[in-house]
Nanobody, 111 residues
């Protein structure tokens, strides 16, 4: 299983970023996928999950209405559109399926 995140970076408060996770080594379109983040000095925090076909998505309360998870099963890719970013969204974001994790991508929200 390989999960490779991209799309992170530095953004001002209120800005947007779109994270991508390229997946390989498993049957992507048969599995739910998740995004998890880890802020500096803190533990892992679940962000969002999406069902195998994209039919249902779920969000942590603090991300509801600002983040949108989606997937393209034809391209084996998971996305996280992040709008209205806040200082507290600064974290390393990970793509996750079960016991498998990507290497993580840094998102920094700073003025």
């Amino acid at each position: 299983v390989y999960l490779v995140e991209s799309g992170g970076g530095l953004v001002q408060p209120g800005g947007s970023l779109r994270l991508s996770c390229a997946a390989s080594g498993f049957t992507f379109d048969s599995h739910a996928m998740s995004w998890v983040r880890q802020a500096p000095g803190k533990g892992l925090e679940w962000v969002s999950s999406i069902t195998w076909n994209g039919g249902k998505s779920y969000y942590a309360e603090s991300m509801e209405g600002r983040f949108t998870i989606s997937r393209d099963n034809a391209k084996n890719t998971l996305f996280l559109q992040m709008n209205g970013l806040k200082f507290e969204d600064t974290a390393v974001y990970y793509c996750n399926i079960g016991a498998y994790w990507g290497q993580g991508i840094q998102v920094t929200v700073s003025s």
